[in-house]
């Protein structure tokens, strides 16, 4: 298998499209099925798998021979994930979060009580914000509608949407930081409890 993914590599670096189309039957599943794991959403998951194949495809001349087809499309993926979550939140625990799970996935079952955790406590935090705010970051970062679309649909002027965008971030980033530093250590004393 290796050494067909070596071949894989060296078509697709020459532009075959026929190479891309077996890379993506090989992976497109899998890498589906990681990204709905740390998502929690299909479409959201597709998403994802489908700009990991358009990167691959316009950085194809860039990928070094030795690589393996797995570990750089679940590096991708891995990257992706994150930059969304960021972009829907703003935070980096994220990464720290997944790197965690990645380190879980070598050889034992994934543990997703954290990461339940994670998602109560940002709702939590986004329950206290004003209620504009909340129909705001909702808009914005769950549903990636822009500042236009959002001062349509909440009759609101664009300025407004901004400012409450603004405000609203800021001040959950700020609950965030407080309640994720005791999260953030749950998941390192998790990490050092498995290797001891």
Not at 5 to 25: C, M, N, P, T, V
Not at 122 to 135: D, G, M, N
Request: proline residues 1%; aromatic residues 10%; contains cysteine.
């Amino acid at each position: 298998m290796l050494q067909g993914e070596h071949i894989l590599i060296a078509e697709l670096k020459r532009g075959s499209k026929d190479a891309f189309d077996q890379i993506y039957k090989l992976y497109a599943g899998k890498l589906l099925a990681y990204c709905v794991h740390y998502t929690k959403s299909r479409e959201d998951a597709e998403e994802i798998v489908q700009d990991v194949f358009v990167s691959l495809w316009n950085s194809r001349e860039a990928i070094r021979q030795e690589e393996t087809l797995h570990s750089l499309l679940f590096t991708i993926s891995k990257h992706r994930i994150i930059n969304a979550f960021r972009s829907t939140i703003n935070s980096p625990v994220y990464e720290d979060y997944v790197d965690y799970q990645n380190e879980l996935s070598a050889g034992e079952d994934y543990d997703w009580i954290e990461y339940e955790r994670y998602v109560k406590i940002v709702k939590e935090a986004i329950c206290k914000l004003p209620s504009t705010q909340q129909r705001v970051i909702t808009l914005s970062r769950f549903y990636q509608l822009s500042n236009k679309e959002i001062a349509e649909r909440l009759s609101l002027s664009e300025q407004t949407v901004k400012n409450q965008l603004s405000l609203g971030l800021k001040t959950l980033r700020e609950l965030l930081a407080k309640i994720l530093v005791i999260f953030v250590i749950s998941i390192i004393l998790n990490i050092v409890n498995r290797w001891l």
